[in-house]
């Protein structure tokens, strides 16, 4: 991890900052949200709420970096592959299920 070395205006404090900068880089992608936080020196469920009072949503869930990676292909195999959806607010019975039978 790199260092940073700042002079900030009188009123804001350095965990304020550092509290800033971690909402940004997760904002635009480049931290996951276990690193953010722990840059922000919260928990990962108190930086939660945080970012709820900030009005941003929590969309990563993993600890895991936001790339596409590989191995996130592999684990995904039949993402992008339904073409057609037929009636599909219908109700799914135990009849249609032939794995069921």
């Known amino acids: 991890m790199s260092r940073l070395s700042i002079d900030l205006p009188s009123h804001i404090s350095s965990d304020e900052a550092r ?7 997760y904002e635009v992608e480049r931290l996951s949200l276990d690193a953010a936080a722990t840059l922000a020196g919260y928990s990962t469920s108190a930086y939660v709420e945080l970012l709820a009072k900030e ?3 929590v969309t990563d869930v ?3 970096p936001l790339s596409e990676t590989d191995e ?5 195999p039949l993402q992008g592959t339904v073409k057609r959806y037929d009636r599909p607010t219908d109700p799914v019975a135990e009849d249609d299920w032939n794995s069921l039978r």
Do not use: C, H, P, T
Not at 19 to 25: R, T, V
Not at 72 to 76: A, G, H, V
């Open 19 to 25: 509290l800033l900068l971690s909402i940004k880089l």
């Open 55 to 57: 009005g941003l949503s």
């Open 62 to 64: 993993s600890s895991e």
């Open 72 to 76: 996130d292909s592999e684990q995904k």
